[in-house]
């Protein structure tokens, strides 16, 4: 494993040292599975500055996710983008530092692991664009799952991440994927398929704690962009389907649907995972599952409001102790499109009325940046 988080990290290197030298070289826009459009216009690579950067620093007060628990705390964290492309090429990089390590499963750890800060590489791909239906992309990938691919603070509207995200599908994989789009009008298709090994969290119930478990994973996914004759401004519906073996070679099969809507100053997004554990001769051990449904509004140009209810089962033979539930209304405001103000009010129900619901109030401050 060590070798291969040597070689991924070297994957990152060599995008800083292929910008240096090819840094007077024509470059076209290429798409892949870089982060979505945020807040302030892209990174772009320029003759004096041949790698796009970018990033964003986020403050965040937020409750843990053992909701039972009442566990508030602050968070710092910082992420950073580096992406060249050459021809039809794409490299890209993602970087990570967090001084609540616990609560965060994803990525490769660059350095030793430190009580109160990590920092590691979340994301590193090489991607070759043949066509815009005929994608190859191989590195440190994430798992295709909406939120995860569209977690980025400077982007979302909420405070903290859906108690589904990091607790059914796995988050990332090493390995390597084909993708594409396809579209007719204003409709058309996209999918992914991949195959390698991940990482998924396994939250244990003797410690209240998570562990980080890796398998070999092949899955696929197809989005559907639902022609509307320009009613909705998008109309996306998605299915993602993973198979999962361990160690113990009985496998774990997960399936997921996804939706996106947006109209005029409308938007709702929804997602439900499901996972059927240990799977014996077609019988499962257990199920983990959860989803979201979270609509909003833009009031001005500046402040949206957003409201959300998510859901989580984490294990079904302690659905007592393990389920858990969130209701949030919160407002994000930006001022400028690089700063993100967030507040949040939310109603947690851990234990599925085992233990009483309780109010907490959550807070964001989130600057992001691009370079030169």
Do not use: C
């Not at 991440?161 to 594409?180: R, S, Y």
Request: overall charge neutral; glycine content about 8%; hydrophobic content about 35%.
């Amino acid at each position: 494993m060590k070798w291969l988080q040597l070689k991924i990290l070297g994957l990152s290197m060599a995008v800083a040292m292929l910008g240096w030298a090819q840094g007077t070289q024509q470059t076209v826009d290429q798409q892949g599975q870089a982060p979505p459009a945020l807040p302030a216009p892209e990174a772009a690579a320029s003759p004096s500055f041949p790698l796009e950067v970018a990033g964003y620093v986020n403050f965040r007060y937020v409750n843990n996710d053992a909701f039972q628990d009442r566990n508030f705390y602050r968070e710092y964290s910082a992420s950073l983008f580096l992406s060249k492309t050459a021809g039809r090429w794409r490299f890209h990089s993602e970087f990570n530092a967090d001084t609540q390590p616990e609560y965060d499963s994803e990525g490769i750890h660059l350095f030793p692991r430190r009580p109160s800060l990590s920092v590691k590489l979340d994301n590193a791909f090489v991607n070759y664009n043949a066509r815009d239906w005929l994608q190859l992309q191989a590195g440190f990938l994430f798992i295709p799952a909406y939120w995860r691919t569209h977690r980025y603070q400077s982007t979302t509207l909420t405070v903290d991440e859906p108690a589904v995200d990091q607790n059914v599908f796995p988050t990332a994989l090493k390995g390597g994927a084909i993708h594409g789009d396809k579209y007719w009008g204003d409709g058309g298709v996209s999918y992914m398929a991949y195959g390698g090994v991940d990482q998924l969290s396994e939250f244990q119930e003797s410690s209240h704690s998570v562990q980080t478990e890796r398998s070999q994973v092949i899955g696929g996914k197809l989005i559907f962009h639902v022609p509307s004759r320009q009613f909705f401004r998008t109309f996306d519906v998605a299915v993602h389907r993973l198979h999962r073996t361990g160690a113990d070679d009985r496998p774990d099969e997960f399936y997921g649907v996804e939706l996106h809507l947006s109209k005029s100053r409308f938007e709702v997004l929804g997602e439900y995972a499901h996972g059927s554990m240990n799977v014996v001769d077609g019988v499962r051990s257990y199920i983990r599952q959860g989803y979201y449904v979270q609509p909003s509004y833009r009031i001005t140009p500046k402040l949206f409001g957003v409201v959300r209810y998510d859901r989580l089962d984490r294990d079904s033979r302690y659905a007592d102790q393990n389920g858990l539930a969130r209701m949030l209304a919160g407002i994000t405001y930006r001022p400028i499109p690089a700063i993100s103000l967030k507040a949040e009010v939310n109603r947690y129900q851990p234990g599925l009325a085992r233990v009483p619901a309780y109010y907490g109030v959550t807070t964001s401050l989130v600057w992001f940046f691009n370079l030169p």
